[in-house]
Each structure stands twice: as C-alpha cells, then as structure tokens.
C-alpha cells in the first residue's frame, strides 16, 4: 500500500538508568500526514475522504437544517477496538455518529449538543468473493446492534455508474431522511 504511513514506537528507560530502549516499532497507514487517521487499504482511505465530505454536506446542509429546524453536528471516526454486542465482537471500518438538535419545551431548537444521536457503520467491502461475503454476514449482523449498516462497494470506486461519489451520495441521502424520520419535520410557523 503506498503512504503515507505513521510510524509508531513504544520507547522505555530501564530502571538502572540506562539511555532510553525501542521496545517495538511499526508502521500504519493513515489517511494523510494532515489526518492521522489509521486506515487498513487504499479504499478505506478514499471512502474517508469521501465521508469526511458527507459528514461536511450534512452539517451544512441547509435542506436538513431547515428539515430539522437546526443543524446536526457528524463525528466521523475509525475505531480502533472491536465493539461489544449481544452477538459477539466486531470492528467497524467507520462509524459516524450524527447529533440531533433538540427541541426545547416551546419548540424551539437546542444546539446539537443537546439533542441525540444517531449511529451509522459504514463498511467498506474489498471483496465480492463468496466466502468474504459469508463472513462479512456474520460481523454485519453485529455492526446492526451498533447502528444502520451501509456498505460502500470498493470494486466499483472507479465505476462510470456507481463510483465512489454516487455511493457517498447515497449514503448522504439515506442518512439525512433517516434523521428527518427519527426527529420529524420541524414544526411550520
């Protein structure tokens, strides 16, 4: 995978004093030198780029502003331990999670702060191989318990019809009537 790589070391001072040991050293592909953020292929890293935009579209979006009557606030993250569910352990590609406004008693918006979330996985699939797709079966069935799954098909990144644009888009899309739905259309003055 070409760069840009981070790389990491675990450094300690023995206790007699003596200079300072690499205990171990690894290098980790990130998303790029300005976002450290680690990635697992080149896929991953432009499915990033891309979800870094959506997340952008959905916090200044003014259709679900207006649709919510206030803005959300998306955090967009790569976890780097498994998560817990009733069914077992699974590691997500990407979460973002989506921080609704709330309303107060007279109707009014809160900021985002306030108001709550919504968990989305987005998984990027390298694969169309059967057994990968049995498998992914199985830890996608976990990644539901966390939030909504969406699958971004790296196969057809470059694809005329369903490149990795479209795909974001979609997604967009999807998560913007579903926090329209969760929340309900702000009330007409």
């Not at 959506?54 to 003014?62: I, K, N, T």
């Not at 809160?110 to 709550?116: C, E, I, K, L, V």
Request: proline share 9%.
């Amino acid at each position: 995978m070409p760069g840009p790589w981070l790389f990491l070391g675990i450094v300690a001072r023995p206790e007699d004093g003596e200079p300072w040991e690499c205990l171990a050293a690894w290098a980790q592909p990130i998303v790029a030198p300005e976002c450290p953020v680690p990635v697992d292929s080149r896929q991953e890293r432009r499915a990033f780029e891309t979800l870094r935009r959506l997340a952008a579209f959905l916090e200044d979006g003014m259709s679900l502003r207006q649709a919510l009557g206030a803005g959300v606030r998306v955090q967009l993250e790569k976890p780097l331990t498994p998560y817990e569910t009733a069914l077992g352990p699974c590691l997500p590609d990407f979460v973002l999670t989506v921080i609704l406004p709330a309303a107060t008693a007279d109707g009014e918006p809160r900021p985002p702060d306030d108001g709550a979330t919504a968990r989305y996985i987005v998984e990027v699939m390298g694969s169309d191989d059967a057994g990968y797709e049995w498998r992914k079966a199985k830890t996608h069935a976990r990644m539901r318990r966390i939030g909504r799954l969406f699958r971004m098909e790296a196969a057809e990144f470059d694809s005329r019809f369903n490149d990795i644009e479209r795909q974001g888009g979609r997604i967009a899309h999807d998560i913007a009537n579903d926090l329209v739905w969760r929340r309900g259309p702000a009330a007409e003055s």
